[in-house]
């Protein structure tokens, strides 16, 4: 996440110079001082930066729910576990991801509540993304 919202500060930063440069381009100097003979050049360490953010851009990464358990008691509800053992998955996009409703359960299976020691229904479900 840190790195998320350092990219996004350096984008907003370069975004904001270039249109800064651009404005200062086409306004008039207003009696200001004009050096016309200094070359605007970035160095290599500025291109490679640039680099770096405009790939960040086209290859996103999340990480998201992949698997998880969900418990289900037959004696009593307040036992349920909703979600139980998550792992997680690193999720590669261009522009955005959304997930796709309903899981897709995997299997089931008759499991001990561990709250009243009765019969319940452990059910595993894979979560499903669309990238774009």
Partial sequence: MAVKSVIRKLMLFSAS???LSAFLAV????????????????????VSLFDEISLARRAMQED???TYYSFYCFNNVAHNIP???PTYKRLTFKNSYSR???DTCRT???????T???????KV???NYQTR
């Fill in 125 to 127: 479900f894979q979560c």
């Fill in 83 to 85: 979600l139980k053992d």
């Fill in 17 to 19: 110079t270039v249109l």
């Fill in 116 to 122: 009243c020691k009765g019969d319940g229904l452990m």
């Fill in 100 to 102: 796709i409703y309903p």
């Fill in 64 to 66: 998201v729910l992949d």
């Fill in 27 to 46: 306004t008039p100097s207003f009696g200001l001082t004009v050096n016309h003979d200094v070359s605007i050049t970035a160095s290599y360490a500025e």
């Fill in 108 to 114: 089931s299976f008759v499991y001990t509540c561990p």
